[in-house]
């Protein structure tokens, strides 16, 4: 009888020990694939909201530059878009909003990073059309400061791109509102000699390898592994009536810039799921996977206005080791808001969407600070 009970107790403690671990590796399966939280902060000040401003973190503060948008009538009204100037910030996620200053000139629809304390703005436009100005953003003395850094060599907007290993790369673009066609040069500013405070730096712009692909815009970028990443946007061809139309891409493309070269690497990677383009970036950044967050996958171009569904809410992950898209994995499903032509920039442990377009010619107010 006691063996047979010591027997009985040995079977039942294993089997329960055999439980426990299955549910300690359920449990730890469920951390590995923590749900995505979506906050809602302070309302962005421009009750319109704006699209494609110039952001970054100065310190610990979220910096919010520019944007356009149509702040009377849509554009299908007779709305005209109307490019600003106001610098907004956010010192924590649950501050509020305050003016600190304007930009030299309203613009939008640049690529702006954040580097050591200060913002990157390169490119972009205004009402007159495509900008070449690169200016930097930062604080001194409680004050706000803009200093101009080398100009770009081309007009360009709608361009995609990020910092790596203290390159400024730009990719993609056009330089014109009414050019026929995308770019498809790569363009790098060394900024390893770029002084805290100097308001003259030494530095000039780099041509570096063509992206053997159609050239493209509002392509969505990312910095990992020593690379930049690109992944799909948009190209023009002729339409029908002879005038330029977007068709809607889904290759994706890592580049590894050589210094003593001035050159690089394009290296195809594979594609996207789905065509997509306009996607908040750089993309999200978690270990060795690449997150791209939603986006205007052009199923929808033609809609009239009143029938527009709002841009795609699908997260899409990239795992760059296996090189594939994991779109099967438990991660992956729908944002809780989804906006276009915007900066995605990493703060206070987590990333930030500053308002965007959530329909064509509509944009949000809406803040949405990401965690995971």
Request: hydrophobic share 40%; proline share 8%.
């Amino acid at each position: 009888m006691r063996l047979g009970s010591v027997w009985y107790g040995f079977v039942w403690y294993g089997a329960t020990a055999m439980l426990s671990m299955a549910w300690l590796l359920v449990c730890q399966s469920i951390g590995s694939a923590q749900p995505w939280e979506w906050t809602k902060l302070a309302d962005f000040p421009n009750s319109a909201g704006v699209a494609s401003p110039f952001a970054g973190v100065v310190g610990p503060t979220l910096l919010v530059a520019g944007g356009a948008n149509f702040p009377n009538k849509k554009p299908w009204e007779g709305g005209l878009k109307v490019w600003h100037d106001d610098v907004y910030a956010l010192e924590s996620p649950t501050s509020q909003w305050r003016k600190i200053g304007v930009l030299k000139r309203p613009a939008a629809y640049g690529v702006s990073a954040t580097w050591g304390q200060s913002i990157l703005c390169a490119g972009g436009s205004d009402d007159r059309g495509h900008l070449d100005e690169v200016f930097r953003i930062r604080i001194e003395n409680s004050e706000l400061r803009i200093d101009a850094l080398p100009r770009l060599p081309v007009r360009l907007a709608n361009a995609c791109g990020a910092i790596v290993d203290g390159l400024l790369i730009l990719s993609g673009g056009i330089q014109q509102p009414d050019a026929p066609e995308c770019e498809n040069r790569t363009w790098a500013l060394d900024l390893t000699t770029l002084e805290p405070s100097s308001d003259a730096p030494v530095l000039a712009w780099k041509e570096l390898a063509v992206m053997p692909s159609r050239p493209r815009m509002l392509a969505t970028a990312a910095s990992h592994q020593g690379c930049l990443w690109v992944f799909g946007g948009v190209s023009l061809v002729q339409g029908p009536d002879g005038k330029p139309m977007r068709q809607y891409l889904k290759d994706c493309w890592k580049f590894q810039p050589d210094r003593e070269t001035r050159g690089g690497k394009w290296t195809r990677q594979a594609d996207l799921p789905q065509a997509l383009a306009a996607s908040p970036s750089p993309a999200l950044v978690i270990d060795d996977s690449l997150w791209v967050l939603g986006g205007d996958d052009g199923s929808q171009v033609g809609v009239a206005p009143s029938e527009h569904r709002g841009f795609s809410k699908k997260l899409f992950e990239f795992d760059t080791v296996a090189e594939r898209w994991k779109i099967e994995s438990p991660e992956t499903s729908e944002a809780q808001a989804s906006r276009v032509t915007v900066p995605l920039v990493p703060w206070s442990n987590g990333w930030v969407i500053p308002s965007g377009e959530f329909k064509p010619g509509i944009r949000s107010a809406d803040v949405w600070f990401i965690r995971k």
